[in-house]
């Protein structure tokens, strides 16, 4: 029977999840990205330090916390609007190699 099965060529589809940064070290993007949502919401002066604050919690809420910080009236919906158009059009530079890098707000 394992002859049989050996024979079978079956195409196999590959899928990659890098959920813990093991593969792509993408902390300095997402800062580099909140810096600059900030700077054009009047809210200059976001630091590396104060970004280590809001690793490992959901964008949503983050942005959030950061608008009641910075006393920013836009809707969260926006901010992370803005926040997912600024990371798509950092990851060219910001990840050569990989081929198709997307950013989803949860």
Do not use: K
């Not at 280590?52 to 950061?66: N, S, Y």
């Not at 609007?81 to 081929?99: C, F, H, K, N, V």
């Amino acid at each position: 029977m394992l002859d049989n099965m050996s024979s079978r060529r079956v195409p196999v589809l590959t899928v990659v999840f890098d959920l813990d940064a093991t593969l792509v070290d993408s902390e300095p993007n997402y800062y580099e990205v909140a810096r600059r949502l900030l700077e054009r919401y009047g809210a200059p002066g976001f630091t590396w330090e104060h970004h280590t604050c809001f690793i490992g919690i959901g964008v949503r809420e983050t942005l959030a916390a950061l608008r009641a910080e910075y006393g920013i009236e836009s809707p969260v919906d926006e901010l992370v609007a803005g926040q997912d158009a600024l990371y798509l059009e950092t990851r060219p530079s910001s990840a050569p190699g990989i081929p198709f890098w997307t950013a989803v707000a949860v």
